[in-house]
Every structure is written in structure tokens, then in C-alpha cells.
């Protein structure tokens, strides 16, 4: 359902085993995608 509901390219972090958390913020506009891999956190705009 996840993968459906948020497209093909957020997709492949749920995939990926080294990705500890997705999240997403649509109150803030642009809503922004932060991603926390297990060494970084990696944030993207939308």
C-alpha cells in the first residue's frame, strides 16, 4: 500500500535494508521527504 501511495521513487528506499526511516512532511510547503540512512539523513523537496 505504501508503495502505491507514494510512487516508484520512494519505493526503492523502502527496499533498500540500509534506509531506517522514511518520512514524509506535506504540512510544510514544498513538502519535504526525509530520508535516514543508517549513516546519514538525506532530505528532499518535493
Known amino acids: 500500500m505504501l ?3 507514494l510512487g516508484s521513487a520512494i ?3 523502502l527496499d533498500d535494508p540500509s534506509i ?3 518520512m514524509l512532511n506535506p504540512g510544510k510547503l514544498p513538502a519535504t521527504l526525509a530520508v535516514t540512512h543508517k549513516s546519514a539523513v538525506l532530505e528532499f523537496c518535493a
Open 3 to 5: 508503495r502505491t501511495a
Open 11 to 13: 519505493a526503492g528506499h
Open 20 to 22: 531506517v526511516e522514511v
